[in-house]
């Protein structure tokens, strides 16, 4: 499985951005996917998850209540809304897919078989 993430760029504090998560010639129907992101020097760091099903999302603790995932109804598309950017939420982006992904292990990088590249986002002012 190809992903493809896209949707980044430059956003001041405060700002929204809307990030993308496409398969390449495939659905993410059974598939959880994870955000993940990486800023500069650091490691990296689990950001929300979307269930197998589609049914239940995730979010780390330091972007509850401003990011949110959904789905496009043919399940060719995750997005991660992100709204009320800090400073902080400056990283490259990571989206990934895995099968037979429990809901325990949906913050674990190594839980997914198939990553995209990584879109960059900027919150500065």
């Known amino acids: 499985v190809q992903l493809q993430a896209s949707g980044g760029g430059l956003v001041q504090p405060g700002g929204s951005l809307r990030l993308s998560c496409t398969a390449s010639g495939r659905t993410f129907y059974n598939y959880a996917v994870g955000w993940f992101r990486q800023a500069p020097g650091k490691e990296r760091e689990y950001v929300a998850a979307?269930?197998?099903?589609?049914?239940?999302?995730y979010f780390s603790d330091s972007v509850k209540g401003r990011f949110a995932i959904s789905t496009d109804r043919a399940k060719t598309t995750v997005y991660l809304q992100m709204n009320s950017l800090k400073l902080e939420d400056t990283a490259v982006y990571y989206c990934?897919?895995?099968?037979?992904?429990?809901?325990?292990?949906?913050?674990?990088?190594?839980?997914?078989?198939?990553w995209g590249q990584g879109t960059l986002v900027t919150v500065s002012s």
């Open positions: 990934a897919a895995g099968q037979g992904v429990i809901t325990s292990s949906l913050s674990t990088p190594d839980s997914y078989a198939h």
């Open positions: 979307r269930s197998r099903s589609g049914g239940y999302t």
